[in-house]
C-alpha cells in the first residue's frame, strides 16, 4: 500500500512537470513583443523618456526584423551571414548613440558588456 501511494505521488509529480513546460508563456515572441520588452527594460534601465522609450523600441524592432531577414536570407545558417548580422548589430549600436543621451549610452554599453553576452535588450540575440 505504502509502495502504491509513493508510485501515485511520483507519477503526480511527473506529470505536473510535463506540464508546466508546455505553457503558452513558453511560445515564440513575435519581434514587436520581443522589441517591446527590450524597450520596456532599457528605459527602466536607464530612465529613458516615452520619446527615447519609442525610438529604441523603433530601433530595436528594425533590428530584430533585418535579423529575422538575415536568417532567411541564409537558411539559418548564422555562420554564413555573419557580416550581414555584425553590419546590423552595428546599425542598431549606431541609432542607440543618437537616441540616448553619452551617459545613457555609457551605462548602456556597460551594462551588456557586464552581461558577458547574454542578451540585454540591447544586442541581436533575443
Request: proline share 3%; aromatic share 8%.
Amino acid at each position: 500500500m505504502k509502495n502504491l501511494i509513493l508510485l501515485s505521488l511520483f507519477l503526480l509529480s511527473f506529470v505536473f512537470t510535463v506540464s508546466a513546460q508546455n505553457t503558452p508563456s513558453q511560445a515564440k515572441k513575435t519581434p514587436e513583443q520581443k522589441a517591446s520588452m527590450a524597450a520596456d527594460r532599457i528605459k527602466a534601465d536607464l530612465g529613458l523618456t516615452d520619446d527615447q522609450r519609442q525610438k529604441v523600441y523603433t530601433a530595436k524592432l528594425n533590428q530584430l526584423t533585418q535579423k529575422e531577414a538575415i536568417k532567411t536570407k541564409y537558411n539559418n545558417n548564422l555562420q554564413a551571414g555573419e557580416a550581414d548580422f555584425k553590419a546590423n548589430n552595428d546599425a542598431f549600436k549606431a541609432s542607440m548613440k543618437t537616441i540616448l543621451t553619452p551617459d545613457q549610452y555609457t551605462k548602456w554599453s556597460a551594462k551588456k558588456s557586464d552581461n558577458n553576452g547574454k542578451p540585454t535588450g540591447g544586442t541581436d540575440n533575443e
